[in-house]
């Protein structure tokens, strides 16, 4: 089983730019794919990037150019960086991830992120 730990949220005006982090511990062998996922009120769970372990990258189309994440193995952290904050970007950013040996996906707690007009 892992643990994920979310931290870097908060408020920021609309341009500004905030760095997510997502810490991970327990057993790391048979995790492969990690992310990053948002929720806003009302909405369902969407996906914002992935990474993983061999650094290859997904983005979701509203984040592309503006977002960027990164994984430093040796650590267990995921990162998430955002750049041209937007209002629209506002949510509960929660970081996954995939264990390729029992198919299962393991969830932080969430850390919310608000942009202000």
């Known amino acids: 089983q892992v643990q994920l730990v979310e931290s870097g949220g908060g408020l920021v005006q609309t341009g500004g730019s905030l760095r997510l982090s997502c810490a991970a511990s327990?057993?790391?062998?048979?995790?492969?794919?990690m992310g990053w996922y948002r929720q806003a009120p009302g909405k369902q769970r969407e996906s914002v990037a992935t990474?993983?372990?061999?650094?290859?990258?997904k983005y979701g189309d509203s984040v592309k150019g503006r977002f960027t994440i990164s994984r430093d193995n040796a650590k267990n952290t995921v990162y998430l960086q955002m750049n041209s904050l937007k209002p629209e970007d506002t949510g509960v950013y929660y970081c996954?991830?995939?264990?390729?040996?029992?198919?299962?996906?393991?969830w932080g707690q969430g850390t919310q992120v608000t942009v202000s007009s």
């Open positions: 996954n991830a995939y264990n390729i040996l029992f198919k299962t996906y393991s």
């Open positions: 327990g057993s790391m062998l048979s995790i492969n794919t």
């Open positions: 990474i993983t372990s061999g650094g290859s990258t």
